[in-house]
């Protein structure tokens, strides 16, 4: 089903970054980087850092999307340091997640292969797998107690998830019958996984649930609508789903205790066409995207999940 290219030679680029611009932060805790992407950037809690990773706009100047893949890291998701650049490159953005004592990163190729790669310290990064799936979006990949789960929407729109015990193998493929015309989020929460996605042709976001990733049930179709993916993420006792507004791409989050009751919705004045993504890393949970416009790399953060 994949290959192994172990131990192999990555072109790395470190710099320090200055990454903040002089009106970067404010009371509620924003911060814009001046990294630019023309999709938003992942997020995971690793040792006692927040790592960030995104996809450069390399491709933009010669007419097309993506470009190679970084990696930056923090210690409360406000200053921004160490920047990694990879040999590696994806027309999408990649997802990020610690699992076992390993950082491990899931993109699109270029051949639209999906590929996972893993660092211990977010520096040094080996043990590539290119695998025979293909997608012509963005993978995600999660952590549940033993295992790594690996989601993404086939080619054929349908939803697909791999699982594996160690990051290397992988197997399990289970394929929704759910179709959509975005990357899905995926995300653990009380010992369950939980999926959402947008549906294709009525934009509604919808949410499942499973206890073992395989048997999926419990599906809730929301009146929200999104013409992108939605961000899920577990903090505090309850599920938030971010979402980018269909008519006015403002940033929209709501918040369930069990995945099927949402409310408490919040509307941000903060803009963006692309996927939000919502993370809990440590206290806090964390809100990015790309700014519509400027292209640049934003984060929100919050102790509560309502004041960002």
């Known amino acids: 089903m994949f290959k192994r290219v172990s131990a192999m030679t990555l072109g790395i680029g470190l710099a320090m970054l200055a990454a903040l611009s002089p009106d970067s932060l404010a009371a509620q805790g924003k911060?814009?980087?001046?990294?630019?992407?023309?999709?938003?950037?992942?997020?995971?809690?690793?040792?006692?850092?927040?790592?960030?990773?995104?996809?450069?706009?390399?491709?933009?100047?010669?007419?097309?999307?993506?470009?190679?893949?970084?990696?930056?890291?923090?210690d409360a998701g406000i200053d921004w340091r160490a920047k990694i650049t990879l040999e590696e490159t994806s027309e999408h953005p990649p997802s990020i997640t610690s699992f076992n004592g390993y950082l491990y990163m899931a993109w699109t190729g270029r051949d639209q292969k999906i590929n996972i790669i893993r660092s211990d310290d977010g520096i040094d990064w080996r043990a590539k797998i290119t695998m025979e799936e293909r997608s012509d979006l963005e993978p995600g990949i999660v952590a549940l107690d033993d295992r790594l789960y690996l989601v993404w929407r086939g080619r054929d729109d349908k939803i697909n998830m791999l699982q594996s015990r160690d990051g290397i193998d992988w197997g399990g493929k289970v394929t929704l019958e759910e179709r959509t015309r975005d990357r899905p989020a995926l995300t653990s929460h009380n010992g369950r996984l939980y999926i959402s996605w947008t549906g294709r042709g009525d934009e509604k976001i919808n949410v499942m649930r499973s206890s073992d990733?395989?048997?999926?049930?419990?599906?809730?179709?929301?009146?929200?609508?999104?013409?992108?993916?939605?961000?899920?993420?577990?903090?505090?006792?309850?599920?938030?789903?971010?979402?980018?507004?269909r008519s006015d791409n403002k940033l929209n989050i709501m918040r369930s205790s069990d995945g099927i009751d949402w409310r408490a919705k919040i509307i941000l004045e903060d803009t963006t066409r692309e996927s939000p993504i919502i993370t809990a890393l440590g206290d806090r949970i964390f809100l990015a995207w790309t700014g519509r416009g400027n292209e640049k790399l934003n984060i929100r953060r919050s102790s509560d999940g309502i004041d960002f």
């Open 31 to 74: 911060a814009t980087l001046e990294e630019q992407s023309q999709f938003g950037p992942a997020l995971t809690y690793h040792g006692t850092r927040i790592y960030m990773a995104w996809v450069g706009r390399d491709f933009k100047n010669a007419g097309g999307t993506g470009g190679k893949l970084n990696i930056m890291r923090s």
């Open 213 to 245: 990733g395989i048997d999926w049930s419990g599906k809730v179709i929301l009146e929200e609508q999104s013409n992108v993916g939605p961000g899920l993420s577990s903090f505090k006792g309850n599920l938030f789903l971010a979402w980018t507004g």
